[in-house]
């Protein structure tokens, strides 16, 4: 399905992945002259900006200073072997190779394992994963889906591709006339975002600052034929016609941003919905899922252990400690780690002052392609490969599809996951 | 967006038809077009009065240039390359609907918009519905672009 040569008439193209996002776009072409991608046809402006490789890349380093790779593996070696509670982070930018790798390097040194699902769209997959959410992939949503809100995002600006590649405007199987016949896009937000502007002004619905809770409550009460009511004094009538929309939906999906997801203190309002909804029609729903194997990270650590995220390893023990105390955000705020591995990330840049500053005491290990704030500050850098661009792998796809990542130019530079097999060799 | 009143304001109003027009609003018309230039107007060009209205004119018509035939603009400063407008256009469905009609790359060279290097180009336009004999007011790449990157004078 991904990479594969399609012919249609005279017209004969490769196609490659896009792992700009977490759409993981199977339909890029790409032209290389002399191992460098010179044009990236199809991709959206963030998908190019990927692909093209960094403006920065990132130089193997040993405290500051030039050095081999053997020396900087060996370096960092010694440094989670010396930690007693190393932190293993990252992985939204990781093939699933090196995720798992990780994985049975946090076994082995008995580290704190998480990746940026913990303060991002985690709370979503493990309901997925647990089976209490009910879930699509995006090839439903383009060949079925007639009624699709966006909750709390923009893919306009996070995902470009997501109106037109999957959720929208593409004709499908079930949808053969067009957005403006078949299909009702909707958007719930706090401000009117990009996509809000095409949803023009009956399909936007403006709510305030964490009112998403109530909102939902609202619709569940107006889809039970009661009067919805809010604190905030919400127009009945608009949501009596909202909820009328949804009640005659034949393939309903809700795309769940962070919005939605840092709004809510608890799913709860948000299971009482789908399974309203359900009752009355046919609705999933979908994480807007940033990087572009955050959700693969997930799935590999729930095959490991049952868990998503925020683990705990002792190698005493086979059974791994979970719990939002093990999360990178509670660990690093208590000071409990000695040492962390920083892998396809950027935490000095993503996690708030107050937190990161923690990092800044302790000895880090970076690796990633790129240059970044991290890097700048860690006792030893490594350069990897660039995911679907330098290097082969899969990923996995917001919707939980598995995707074939395959290599488009050369490098001299190792994967991620040849680069933790050395160092789990040299520990 | 410059429109017909705001260049007919500017314009002499006397009706003198040396522009080979009947009227200053059909030499307006034609000008938001560019079927004329600003310099077929002469009393502008010879008159010193109208010299600042002149220099007005001018400035409103050249951010509007290196349009398409059919009056088919993209920004390129503003285009993010989501691609709506590719899978949206009429034309691009009815000539390659498994491709660009249902959401991917297209497949084939008769397509109007395609997405290269993360920002959309405008190809075949006279394949527009809005050109030629039987032109249509069509607006499916304009009210699909979340950046209004795409827009026709």
């Not at chain 2, 009065?49 to 603009?73: H, Q």
Request: proline share 4%; glycine share 6%.
């Amino acid at each position: 399905m991904v990479f594969s040569v399609f012919r249609f008439g005279d017209y004969l193209s490769e196609y490659f992945v896009c792992t700009g996002c977490a759409l993981l776009c199977d339909d890029i072409e790409v032209d290389v002259q002399e191992n460098r991608i010179n044009t990236v046809n199809a991709a959206c402006r963030k998908g190019v900006a990927r692909m093209k490789g960094c403006t920065d890349p990132l130089v193997c380093t040993v405290d500051g200073k030039e050095e081999g790779i053997d020396k900087a593996v060996q370096k960092a070696a010694s440094i989670l072997r010396d930690a007693k509670n190393p932190l293993i982070f990252g992985h939204g930018n990781s093939s699933s190779e090196a995720q798992k790798l990780s994985i049975d390097l946090a076994k082995m040194t008995g580290a704190y394992i998480d990746d940026t699902s913990s303060f991002c769209q985690g709370p979503l997959v493990e309901a997925i994963l647990q089976e209490k959410l009910k879930t699509c992939t995006l090839d439903d949503v383009r060949h079925r889906a007639d009624v699709i809100i966006f909750w709390g995002a923009d893919p306009s600006n996070s995902h470009p591709r997501h109106l037109s590649r999957y959720s929208y405007y593409p004709r499908g199987k079930e949808r053969q006339r067009g957005w403006e016949e078949d299909r009702t896009l909707i958007s719930i937000d706090i401000r009117r975002s990009d996509t809000a502007l095409l949803c023009k002004d009956e399909r936007f619905y403006r709510i305030p600052i964490s009112g998403d809770a109530e909102f939902m409550e609202a619709l569940v009460s107006s889809l039970s034929g009661k009067v919805p009511k809010t604190s905030f004094d919400y127009e009945k009538k608009r949501i009596l016609e909202l909820s009328n929309v949804l009640r005659k939906a034949k393939f309903g999906v809700i795309c769940a941003g962070l919005g939605l997801v840092y709004s809510l203190e608890q799913l709860d309002p948000l299971f009482k919905l789908m399974d309203k909804l359900n009752e009355l029609s046919d609705f999933h729903l979908i994480p807007m899922v940033g990087q572009y194997n955050m959700r693969g990270f997930n799935h590999n650590l729930f095959e490991e252990t049952g868990y998503i995220n925020r683990l705990k390893f002792d190698p005493q023990n086979d059974e791994p400690l979970h719990g939002p105390e093990y999360s990178i955000v509670e660990t690093l705020y208590n000071k409990k780690v000695d040492a962390a591995l920083i892998i396809g990330s950027d935490p000095l840049s993503s996690l708030p002052y107050s937190i990161a500053q923690n990092l800044k005491d302790i000895p880090l290990i970076t690796i990633d392609p790129c240059q970044t704030l991290t890097a700048s500050r860690s006792t030893v850098t490594i350069p990897c490969a660039l995911g679907g661009v330098e290097a082969d792998g899969t990923a996995v796809r917001m919707d939980g599809a598995e995707v074939t990542l395959k290599k488009i130019i050369k490098t001299d530079r190792l994967t991620d996951h040849e680069i933790l097999k050395m160092i789990m060799e040299a520990i | 967006m410059t429109s017909v009143m705001e260049i007919y304001q500017l314009l002499p109003k006397t009706n003198c038809k040396q522009c080979g027009k009947s009227t200053c609003m059909a030499f307006a018309v034609d000008l938001l077009a560019r079927k004329l230039k600003v310099d077929d107007c002469l009393p502008m060009v010879n008159n010193t009065k109208y010299s600042s209205d002149y220099d007005k004119l001018n400035k409103l018509i050249t951010p509007v240039s290196g349009v398409t035939e059919t009056g088919l603009i993209v920004h390129e400063d503003k285009c993010i390359g989501c691609g709506n407008c590719v899978v949206a256009c009429p034309v691009n469905v009815a000539a390659d609907p498994f491709g660009a009609g249902s959401g991917k790359a297209p497949t084939s060279d008769k397509v109007i918009f395609k997405v290269e290097d993360g920002i959309v180009k405008a190809k075949n336009v006279q394949e527009c519905r809005r050109f030629g004999e039987n032109k249509t007011i069509c607006v499916a790449c304009i009210d699909t672009c979340p950046t209004k990157a795409i827009e026709f004078v």
